[in-house]
């Protein structure tokens, strides 16, 4: 179940985190998708950075799967008209649900079910999901790009597991498997844990999609995130180990 706010006012702030709690206990997979304010919000209005962090802070301790995506890093389309923007994130967002929802639901070649899911999910502490899709011949662009386009506020420290689905067509070799796996472990700091999910198309595909639930993430670091700078528009995401 996917829930959905923009953190900083009363309702979405106190909500995500409460249904997120509540809907643990049952046999769904919560997903908190947590939108962080513009920047100048948090500069100008402290109650607006004490509720967006508490929401945070609480989510970020109850662990599993959590979506941090910036508002602020909407600002590399600055000069699109608002609706446009906002339609881009939702399509992003969108693109992500439909990702996860593909990788557990339809049957592929090394399967990730939502029971593998989940135990993966309950002993990584927090985790979030990256998606990206590109052409079959730049394996190691496509993870740059799912690290870049995910708009995510996390900065990936010490990531200590990741769960990798890739997806391509009847053209997809063992070769550009390797190809990116070496990139993920190479650009999520050499997770400690890695499970793999494949799924073959039976046609030709230019194109390779990539989803990947990166786990063991540092707690505070959506908070690290919310106090630094921003990072530069069009970057890789900053990996310390
Ligand atoms: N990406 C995105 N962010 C939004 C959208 N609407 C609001 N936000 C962000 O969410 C923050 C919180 O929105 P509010 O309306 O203040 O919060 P609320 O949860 O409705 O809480 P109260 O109005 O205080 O009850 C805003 O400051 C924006 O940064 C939206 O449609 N898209
Ligand atoms: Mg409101």
Do not use: C, W
Request: proline share 6%; no cysteine.
């Amino acid at each position: 179940m996917f829930l959905l706010a923009g953190l900083g006012g009363g309702t979405g702030s106190a909500l995500l985190p409460f249904l997120a709690r509540e809907l643990r206990r049952t046999d769904a997979l919560p997903v908190p998708v947590a939108f962080l304010p513009f920047q100048v919000e948090l500069d100008t209005n402290s109650q607006r950075r004490t509720n967006a962090e508490e929401a945070i802070g609480e989510l970020e301790e109850m662990g599993g799967l959590v979506l941090a995506l910036a508002n602020e890093r909407l600002r590399r389309f600055e000069s699109l008209p608002m609706n446009r923007v906002f339609q881009l994130r939702n399509t992003y967002v969108h693109n992500l649900v439909t990702a996860l929802v593909d990788m557990v639901e339809a049957p592929s070649l090394m399967n990730v079910d939502l029971a593998t899911l989940k135990a993966h999910l309950s002993d990584t502490g927090v985790s979030t999901l990256l998606h990206a899709e590109h052409h079959i011949a730049e394996p190691d662009r496509l993870v740059q790009q799912a690290l870049s386009e995910s708009l995510l506020d996390f900065q990936i420290t010490d990531a200590g597991s990741a769960l990798l689905h890739v997806d391509g067509g009847s053209n997809f070799t063992l070769r550009t498997h390797d190809q990116v796996v070496r990139a993920v472990r190479h650009r999520f700091g050499e997770p400690k844990r890695l499970l793999l999910g494949i799924r073959i198309h039976p046609e030709p595909r230019e194109v390779l999609r990539m989803t990947a639930i990166v786990g063991g993430l540092k707690t505070r670091s959506i908070r690290q995130a919310m106090a630094a700078p921003p990072r530069a528009p069009t970057g890789p995401a900053q990996i310390r180990r």
